[in-house]
């Protein structure tokens, strides 16, 4: 949370720019039924290409390199003049060799992205202007349109990913075909571009064609869906919900029971003949297989489209336009992960006032001050015994928490971040709650009541759970970039349990770490249920929940009963959250 950037009052902008030095290499080798380039269609005034280009030009990306089929460079090339270096590639494998002799050059970050998305500058800025990441990627979770392959994230680090030749097991979210390099790692991306290059010539691998083919069969069935269900399946935007299930790899559908119409089928074809050109993804997979940390960021709830016809590009035309940006911003500047209390009686009003402040210039870093103060401020007036104290402090201390809340809510609609502002966070609400015990010690002591006892267990309660849960996730970060990785050769991410067509394995001995693991995928299912949800989020008493509790009990009545609550909520979550951890670490 930086002060690097301000937002003017009359127009907001909350989007950053770019690393310096930031190039771009945008695949224009999609084509449409009348074989002409998909990037080239017209899109409100412009074409989706020059959109594009224009998108990140603002964002700070200076050279651009496009690639696309011999025959297309011409025109795109008079279209774009000196926005863009325009070079033929005949296939795949020579679009891959071209990234890889532009990564070997000299430079900064890099980005590769398909050259047919429209989508609006905040989702490309979300992942290019965040200082955060370094090597990521672009996601969205729920139904996809057109050609957009899974990946598997696991606290923000992509574990997995699917290209049309390699499969995913249990992927959590849907790659959107931006991908950005980091100066550092470029070595890696030219090396996963040669591989893959030379993996694709004279032909790919017969499983890695066997796995387009099980895919051909699952768009076949989405495409049926689709129909049947009245969706526009080319040029949908966003939807957030469940990802599709993904077909089974030992008994796929035979696609003569899947018939289609004749637009359908026209479909269908165009996906193969893009799939078969869908570097972005092939290098994901490279990247990642071959050891380089690939963080994502998610398109939040801004437009995402990559349509590959006309009328497809009209819809998106028309889609975009009803969307309001910064609305959009400023309801996903809320943390989606946040606890009961949180959401519902502080988010609803606090994502306002960061807009208020954004609008005036505010850094994130000074609201975490002011923040702070109010705090001090609140145990100041919890010392004094008084029951005018206890009240004023309850108030304050609410309106203390509200503003830390704003803090990071407008880190992250003006994309201000840093690490400064990310330890000064975390410190400050630590050096809060721990001051608001001491003065409700000393308030309770004014009133002739001995809690300082009490206060010092609570204390202590509160500083073993938070080693606890920095130490976990600690461990976590190490498991996860410990964790192995499968050949660039082999399809799938795990070996395949079984061959299709071979009798079914014995069912395997149920040990203890089998049962562990059922159990918690049983405890998971009530995770369906929104109730179960923040019921479990409650019981962890996170912070938001302490606070409340710590006002509304010092407010109606003494500080000993707001220790006793704390060490009595505090210790049951205390068990529950170390409970959980230890079981899922056996299993």
């Known amino acids: ?59 700070g990306v200076g050279h651009a390199t496009v ?29 891959l060799r071209a990234i890889a002799t532009v990564a070997r050059g000299a430079g900064g970050d890099i980005v590769v992205l398909s050259g047919e998305i ?26 996809r349109s057109a050609l957009t392959f899974r990946v598997r994230t696991v606290r923000g680090k992509v574990m997995s990913a699917a290209s049309p030749y390699h499969s995913v097991k249990d992927p959590t979210i849907g ?58 399946d080319e040029g949908e935007p966003e939807k957030e919900g469940p990802l599709e299930r993904e077909l089974p790899e030992e008994e796929p559908i035979p696609a003569e029971e ?47 489209s990559r349509p590959f016809s006309r009328d497809g590009v009209e819809r998106a035309a028309g889609q975009i336009l009803g969307y309001d940006e910064q609305k959009v911003l400023l309801d996903s500047a809320v943390k989606p992960s946040d606890g009961f209390f949180t959401t519902f009686f502080v988010s609803p009003y606090s994502k306002y006032i960061a807009r ?62 840093s690490r400064l502002g990310a330890w000064l966070d975390s410190t400050f609400d630590r050096t809060k709650e721990y001051a608001v015990f001491a003065g409700l010690a000393i308030g309770g002591t004014q009133m002739g009541q001995h809690v300082w006892l009490l206060a010092g267990a609570a204390l202590t309660l509160q500083t073993v759970r938070h080693t606890v849960d920095f130490c976990y996730a600690t461990v976590q970060h190490q498991v996860i ?31 203890p770490r089998r049962r562990l693991r059922r159990g918690l995928r049983s405890w998971h299912r009530f995770d369906e249920w929104d109730w179960v949800v923040w019921g479990k989020k409650a019981i962890a008493f996170p912070i938001g929940e302490r606070f409340a509790a710590i006002s509304l009990t010092a407010a109606l009545f003494t500080p000993r009963v707001t220790f006793i609550v704390l060490l009595a909520w505090g210790g049951a979550a205390a068990v529950y959250q170390i409970l959980g951890r230890i079981l899922r670490s056996l299993a």
């Open 258 to 304: 899947v018939p289609l119409d004749a637009d359908q089928e026209a479909k269908l074809r165009r996906r193969f003949t893009v799939a078969h050109e869908d570097v972005p993804s092939l290098l994901l997979v490279g990247l990642v297989r071959g050891g380089t940390h690939v963080s994502s960021t998610h398109l939040r709830r801004l437009f995402w």
């Open 175 to 232: 790659f959107l075909g931006v991908l950005k390099v980091a100066a550092a790692d470029r070595g890696g991306l030219a090396t996963a571009a040669e591989r893959l290059a030379g993996l694709l010539e004279p032909a790919p691998d017969p499983a890695w064609m066997e796995e387009l083919h099980r895919k051909g069969l699952q768009w076949r069935v989405r495409l049926a869906t689709a129909k049947a269900r009245g969706l526009v």
């Open 1 to 59: 949370m930086s002060s690097r950037a301000s937002v003017t009052e009359a127009a907001p902008r909350p989007g950053g720019a770019a690393a310096a030095g930031t190039s771009a290499i945008l695949l224009a080798t999609a084509p449409t039924d009348d074989g002409e380039p998909a990037a080239a269609l017209a899109c409100e005034d412009t074409t989706v290409l020059e959109r594009l280009l224009a998108q990140l030009r603002d964002l």
């Open 481 to 511: 970039g410990a964790a192995s990785q499968p050949p660039l050769e082999q399809v799938r991410d795990v070996a395949r349990r079984r061959a299709r067509g071979a009798p079914p394995r014995p069912p395997r001995p149920l040990t």
């Open 67 to 95: 690639i696309t089929r011999p025959g297309w460079e011409d025109g795109l090339a008079a279209r774009l003049g000196d926005a863009a270096d325009v070079r033929p590639s005949p296939d795949a494998a020579a679009d």
């Open 118 to 143: 429209v989508t609006q500058r905040e989702a490309l800025a979300g992942l290019l202007a965040d200082p955060r990441i370094a090597t990521g990627i672009l996601t969205g979770g729920g139904r």
């Open 356 to 417: 208020w402040a954004a609008r005036r210039g505010w850094t994130p870093n000074a609201v975490t001050v002011l923040s702070l103060g109010m705090g001090a401020l609140a145990a100041a007036a919890f010392a004094t015994g008084e029951r005018w104290g206890l009240v004023a402090g309850a108030l304050l201390l609410q309106a203390s928490f509200t503003t830390d809340c704003v803090d990071g809510q407008l880190a992250r609609f003006t994309r201000q971040f």
